[in-house]
């Protein structure tokens, strides 16, 4: 049970490149996110899917898009990278016991150059 | 005014000690509350739920205080692996989102 995983942990990218972070759960929830995490800030939400094939806007959704594979798997994709998208980005699936506990993957790493 | 506000700390702590934090919210509509602990550069787990009863796990205590809007966290008997930044979480029961406090960094020194 690897609950969630994401790919890649790190990555460099020049300005205006693009590419997609992966993310997977295997706890069966129905919900997935997107975070993004400054120094100082809170975890601020980017996307998130209430279920399988929807997806809605979160606080910062502006230069990322999402999809919803099938429930297990959401993706977050920068089409054209900016130093304002340099972050961590966590991805997180709720919809155990809780619905609004959420079990987060370990983030990736993104530099934007 | 931020949502979710937290003294950003650091608590420098000995250890042995008690240590408590508080956290206010602007939206008295929240209904869900948590908190979080987050190591260094890790990802966020949950450490507890907080109730209208207050919670209680182990050597961790939550409260919730409606009428001031604010929740607290209690850690007695602190160890040096409570070092983290714990970060607090409401929601408002409308819809998925969570929203989250910075978080308040704890440091327990031997």
């Known amino acids: 049970n690897a609950g969630v995983t994401q790919t890649p942990k790190f990555q460099v990218l020049k300005t205006g490149q693009s590419m997609t972070l992966q993310c997977a759960q295997d706890m069966n929830h129905n919900s997935m996110y997107w975070y993004r995490q400054d120094p100082g800030m809170g975890l601020r939400l980017i996307y998130y899917s209430a279920s399988e094939g929807t997806t809605d806007k979160g606080e910062v959704p502006n230069g990322y898009n999402v999809s919803r594979l099938n429930k297990r798997e959401f993706s977050l994709r920068l089409e054209s990278a900016a130093p304002s998208q340099t972050s961590v980005y966590f991805c997180?699936?709720?919809?155990?016991?809780?619905?609004?506990?959420?079990?987060f993957g370990p983030g990736t790493r993104l530099t934007v150059t | 005014r931020k949502e979710v506000e937290q003294d950003p700390g650091p608590f420098n702590v000995p250890e042995g000690a008690t240590v408590a934090f508080n956290c206010t919210y602007s939206?008295?509509?929240?209904?869900?509350f948590f908190w979080y602990r987050q190591d260094c550069r890790k990802e966020p787990k949950l450490l507890m739920s907080v109730y209208s009863s207050g919670n209680e796990d182990g050597r961790f205590t939550a409260q919730l205080n409606r009428a001031s809007q604010y929740i607290s966290l209690l850690i007695r008997d602190s160890k040096l692996s409570d070092s983290a930044t714990y970060l607090c979480?409401?929601?408002?029961?409308?819809?998925?989102?969570?929203?989250w406090g910075a978080g308040t960094k704890l440091i327990i020194k031997p």
């Open positions: 979480v409401v929601n408002h029961g409308s819809n998925y989102q969570l929203i």
């Open positions: 939206n008295s509509a929240s209904q869900s």
């Open positions: 997180a699936s709720s919809g155990g016991r809780s619905t609004y506990e959420q079990y």
